[in-house]
Nanobody, 127 residues
Framework: QVRLVESGGGLVQAGGSLRLSCAASGSLSSFSKINAMGWYRQAPGKQRELVAAIAKTGGSTTYADSVSGRFTISRDSAKNTVYLQMNSLKPEDTAVYYC?????????????????WGQGTQVTVSS
């Protein structure tokens, strides 16, 4: 089992920035099953969608078109932590953001939801 704990959400004005963190803990056998880490978000009345993902090996990244150029996903392997730097925030970025540790290949992130999930952190962007 892998436990994911998110932090860093909050209320910010449009144009502002936030950095989300996701700290992972668990057994070595569970960590070995993880192929990628990602951030998803879900706004009220909408489906959960992939925001950004980073591969476990090689560091490949992918972003939703709506956040490309504004958000950056990164990781600190020594701390088992993944970050999402969010700049130039817009009201439409308002959602609950979830950290995900995916057990399927990196290319499946956003297509098939798998693995472990955090409890979510609220991001609210005011206009």
């Amino acid at each position: 089992q892998v436990r994911l704990v998110e932090s860093g959400g909050g209320l910010v004005q449009a144009g502002g920035s936030l950095r989300l963190s996701c700290a992972a803990s668990g057994s070595l056998s569970s960590f070995s099953k993880i192929n990628a880490m990602g951030w998803y978000r879900q706004a009220p009345g909408k489906q959960r969608e992939l925001v950004a993902a980073i591969a476990k090996t090689g560091g490949s990244t992918t972003y939703a078109d709506s956040v490309s150029g504004r958000f950056t996903i990164s990781r600190d392997s020594a701390k088992n932590t993944v970050y999402l730097q969010m700049n130039s925030l817009k009201p439409e970025d308002t959602a609950v953001y979830y950290c995900n540790a995916g057990v399927l290949p990196f290319q499946q992130m956003g297509r098939v939801m798998s693995g472990y999930w955090g409890q979510g952190t609220q991001v609210t962007v005011s206009s």
